[in-house]
């Protein structure tokens, strides 16, 4: 999934307008022409020219070459599309793990974690479990213990050492 | 000279040394595996570095970073994959290399050379940043505003070939600066009444997402297992010696042209590297060679980018404008550690920047026995199962980034940042400028509307004292000079 750089352009330009709309209520700084509008403002009105710009390039083929060329490296080349399995389910286990860490504490969310994106990947079956209980701990006890992070226990507050 | 002798004390201790050595070991683990990069080390240490007193702090992220872009360059050479994007310009050279029965000639190049390079650029930072901060002692508001200009500029014209897309995700970074509350107002900008973004946009967890989540969810799409190494290497030092009295032009131009690239901010190892290596090419006498596996510009380009290294310090430590991405996370360390880069450090707290001298000089002379270590079990590095080991990274990155203000609101931005990292990036539109925006955003915008004041919205002042002008001619030199070379391009393409 590549969106071309006019959509992209036109998302950028969105943006610039809105900031540009938003900053417009922005008080003045007391005795000062110069509030804290006016550099969000100057970076508002570069970003929808660089857009525009942008816009109009992506409507002229072959002017700017490396554009196409993304840090897509080996992948490129590869007549399959990508498998997205493995990307939901990292992304899915990110979004996962800062919605329940708190809920369900630290040690089960990552488990959890480790666990679906080991299966997304294609771990060998075998190695799964093991791997991510063993990961959560070391990293838990690195973590918790040595550097004291306050990591949620969740609901393992029964257990805490 | 006691400044000298606290900076021996504080790098000969024993904590910094293990820290030194195991630093080593993630570097050069992190630099031997594709899909991981030396940025990405960085940013990994950060949630441990801060646990650490200043100095073994600075001396971690020194010595990983150092290993890492050389232990790039092993997989290149064995599997044609590099291992870091700094060993990326001359991967199909050392890979002929190999396939001619010569692995251990372009691993020991790419190890002696790159050492050579690392000691070079710490040399020149040496010898440059006390002389830069003297100067730097005579800088007010106008000159900042000019200095921090040219680095953002720099950072979009000379870090790609596609300045429009770099201008447009430095402005994106630029306002990710503006939130919060930092602003010579003090007026809430863009927090949207959520107390969490008061003090803007978190830093530490916005590089962590940005470098470290978007390789992983890059990974995540092309998850193919590497290929296995079958080639035996042999003994990694011999000829190294024949090698430096047949390229002694080519060792010191790599490592001063490594130097200057990295000094310029938004440009470090993988820009030297490239620059270097066509340059190697250019210049050379047996130019048809380049390609078939002839060492000349791995010598070239494997001393450009470890001296980029050092250089890319040069700007962070005298003005607190990073030279690279990895100076750019290496500052959030410094400030939270109270060391604030600028040219103050230099005199109130000599110690630490000899130590900081130190710590380079170490970490290039600890290169030669690990990076050969390195070499030996290199092999087995590469089996390193990759499916296995992104997971446990983003498990890393969320709790490193969660560490640094127990906030869970900077899990999200973690996400966020890692998601708009992995876009950008796939439609080519380069990381570095944003980083730079966001770290620079305050600093510019201060500069400008305090100058402004002062000048009393004259704007001639800003080119009134002689280094403020000198600086704005430079930005307009980088300015020409880029539109000129993307309008010839363009006629050339047309």
């Known amino acids: 999934m590549r969106l071309g750089d006019a959509p992209i352009g036109a998302a950028f330009l969105a943006l610039a307008v809105a900031v540009l709309w938003h900053i417009r209520d922005f008080p003045p700084a007391p005795g000062q022409p110069y509030g804290p509008a006016l550099f969000p403002g100057l970076i508002a009105a570069g970003l929808a020219l660089a857009s525009v710009l942008l816009m109009v390039s992506a409507w002229r083929p072959g002017v700017q070459t490396s554009e196409g060329q993304a840090a897509g490296g080996e992948g490129d080349v590869r007549a399959e599309a990508p498998r997205w399995l493995p990307f939901i389910a990292t992304v899915g286990a990110l979004v996962g793990y800062v919605a329940l860490v ?10 959890l974690m480790l666990c679906s994106q080991f299966a997304a990947y294609r771990v060998r079956p075998a190695l799964i479990v093991p791997v991510a209980a063993v990961s959560t701990l070391l990293v838990h006890a690195a973590f918790y213990k040595l550097l004291r992070v306050p990591l949620p226990w969740g609901l393992l507050s029964g257990w805490t050492w | 000279m006691e400044a000298l002798a606290a900076a021996f004390q504080m790098v000969f201790s024993v904590q910094t040394l293990v820290v030194m050595v195991l630093a080593s070991l993630f570097g050069l683990f992190v630099g031997a595996v594709p ?106 508001s106008f000159e900042y505003f000019w200095l921090v200009l040219l680095g953002l500029t720099c950072a979009v014209f000379v870090s790609g070939d596609a300045p429009l897309k770099g201008m447009i995700t430095l402005f994106l970074g630029l306002l990710l600066g503006c939130v919060g509350l930092e602003n010579p107002a003090a007026h809430p900008r863009f927090t949207f009444d959520l107390p969490d973004l008061l003090s803007g946009v978190s830093l530490i967890p916005a590089m962590i ?36 009295r047949r390229y002694p032009v080519q060792t010191l131009r790599g490592s001063s042209l490594g130097t200057v690239i990295g000094a310029l901010p938004g440009a470090g190892a993988d820009i030297a590297a490239w620059m270097s290596y066509t ?87 600890l290169m030669l026995p690990l990076g050969w270590l390195c070499i030996k079990v290199a092999a087995r590095l590469l089996r390193t199962p990759r499916n296995l080991l992104m997971p446990v990274i983003l498990l890393f990155c969320v709790v490193g980034a969660f560490a640094i203000n127990n906030s869970p609101f900077d899990l999200w931005i973690l996400v966020a940042a890692g998601l708009l990292g992995w876009f950008l990036e796939t439609h080519g539109f380069p990381i570095a400028p944003a980083i730079l925006g966001m770290l620079l955003g305050t600093m510019l915008e201060e500069h400008f509307i305090r100058s402004m004041i002062k000048a009393d919205g004259n704007l001639i002042a800003f080119v009134e004292r002689p280094i403020a002008a000198g600086l704005a001619l430079l930005v307009l030199v980088v300015w020409g000079v880029s539109a000129w070379l993307g309008w010839r391009r363009r006629r050339a393409i047309t």
Request: hydrophobic share 55%; glycine share 10%; charged share 10%.
């Open chain 2, 35 to 140: 899909g991981l990069t030396a940025t990405m080390a960085t940013a990994l240490l950060v949630p441990i570095t801060f646990f650490l007193p200043p100095i073994p702090a600075i001396a971690a992220m020194v010595t990983a970073t150092a290993m890492a872009i050389f232990a790039g360059d092993i997989p290149g050479c064995l599997v044609r994959i590099p291992g870091t994007p700094a060993s990326a310009a001359y991967v199909d050279e050392t890979y002929r290399m190999t396939v001619k029965g010569h692995a251990e000639t372009a691993l020991g190049v790419s190890l002696v050379f790159s050492v050579i390079g690392g000691l070079f650029g710490t040399l020149v930072l040496i010898l440059a940043a006390p002389a830069l901060a003297a100067a730097a002692l005579q800088f007010s």
């Open chain 2, 279 to 365: 340059i190697s090419r250019r210049f050379s006498r047996e130019p048809e060679k380049f390609g078939t596996g002839h060492p000349e510009g791995l010598v070239e380009a494997g001393a450009a980018n470890n001296s980029a290294l050092a250089g890319a310090w040069i700007p962070a430590l005298v003005f607190g404008i990073p030279g690279d991405s990895i100076t750019a996370i290496v500052i959030g360390v410094l400030y939270m550690k109270n060391l604030n880069p600028g040219p103050t450090i230099f005199i109130n707290n000599p110690s630490s920047i000899y130590a900081v001298f130190l710590l380079f000089i170490i970490a290039n002379l």
């Open chain 1, 102 to 111: 708190d809920r369900l504490g630290f040690i089960i969310t990552a488990f």
């Open chain 2, 209 to 244: 997402g940005l470098f470290a989540v978007s390789e992983v969810l890059r990974f995540s799409l092309d998850a193919n297992p590497l290929a296995p190494v079958s080639r035996q290497v042999g003994s990694v030092f011999r000829g190294m010696g024949a090698m430096m």
